[in-house]
């Protein structure tokens, strides 16, 4: 074989080993993205949850804050 045909075929197999070599890396960076939009995302769950509105909760208060408006009312 002549050696314009092994430089061709080293060439050729140059480019394929750095384009795989950037793949595997922006492949790396995406699993590391994804890392923390999941982290992020469960943030935003527990801030969701902290900040739910309270209307479950809002009648056992007013239950027991009762007593306070009766006593307030005869003032």
């Not at 080993?17 to 790396?28: E, K, M, N, Q, S």
């Not at 993205?33 to 509105?53: E, N, S, W, Y």
Request: glycine share 6%; hydrophobic share 55%; charged share 15%.
């Amino acid at each position: 074989m002549p050696a314009a045909a092994w430089m061709t075929i080293a060439v050729a197999g140059l480019i394929i080993v750095f384009t795989a070599v950037g793949l595997i890396r922006i492949v790396l960076h995406l699993y590391a993205i994804r890392r923390t939009l999941a982290a992020v995302t469960g943030g935003v769950r527990l801030v969701d949850q902290l900040t739910a509105t309270v209307p479950a909760r809002l009648t056992s208060v007013n239950a027991n804050l009762k007593p306070v408006r009766d006593f307030c009312e005869t003032i």
